[in-house]
């Protein structure tokens, strides 16, 4: 299989200048509207991006799980890989790739702590399963074997049999407040089109086309 003859030219839509909001969480709204009502599998999906004191840079997928002015929302362990180098360097990028519009949106911005209020006020939407697997978990450790999870399953199950599974402590959410956001449509012979928004000092924010 030659992997270099994979591709697709991208044809469904452009992205001008004078289609943008002038915020850019109001254009992030926009897009994720018209996402959701194209019936996108995981829309909400989003690639979190953090980097290790030693230089060291991580990758992985989680669920954006609501989002405002304020910035974008994302829930984890609080001992897992990424919290711990979020500790560390604060500054995260995010991607969101939504393949069926030929789309994407990256976001560089400083992820910082959510209340514990906040925290527990998502937690108990949860579904009893994902809240009993937020006990289960002690996300990015080594673990033996699957069945090592299943009979910790069995044990929370016992444990909170009587009554609401309470927010672990180890549990809790990052906001990331953007300060670059760059809006990418699919185009014909790569010929993309980018636009992106960086945050000024005390200003509005400034839009700029960028070559593919």
């Known amino acids: 299989m030659d992997i270099a003859e994979l591709r697709r030219e991208y044809c469904k839509r452009g992205l001008d200048r004078e ?15 018209e996402v959701c009502a194209a019936d996108v599998l995981e829309p909400n999906a989003l690639s979190v991006a953090t980097v290790a004191a030693d230089g060291r840079p991580s990758l992985r997928t989680v669920l954006l799980k609501y989002f405002d002015k304020d910035g974008l929302v994302f829930f984890t362990n609080l001992e897992s890989r990424k919290a711990r180098e979020i500790a560390v360097n604060p500054r995260v990028s ?28 998502y937690f108990m939407r949860r579904p009893r399963g994902s809240q009993l697997g937020a006990w289960v978990s002690r996300q990015s450790s080594i673990i033996s074997s ?16 009587d009554g609401e ?3 672990p402590s180890f549990w ?7 300060d670059c956001l760059e809006f990418w449509q699919g185009r014909p012979s790569r010929l993309h089109d980018r636009f992106e928004y960086r945050k000024t000092e005390n200003g509005p924010w400034t839009i700029e086309r960028l070559a593919p």
Do not use: H, I
């Not at 289609?19 to 509207?33: V, Y």
């Not at 809790?172 to 953007?178: A, D, I, L, Q, T």
């Open 19 to 33: 289609q943008l909001a002038a915020d850019p969480m109001d254009q992030f709204t926009r897009w994720f509207e």
């Open 172 to 178: 809790g959410g990052y906001r990331v407040r953007p």
């Open 94 to 121: 995010l991607l969101f790739l939504w393949r069926e519009l030929e789309r994407q949106v990256r976001v560089e911005g400083m992820a910082e702590r959510v209340s514990v209020r906040e925290a527990a006020a």
């Open 165 to 167: 599974v309470p927010l």
């Open 146 to 161: 699957r069945q090592l999870l299943e009979a910790k399953l069995e044990e929370m199950k016992r444990r909170f049999k």
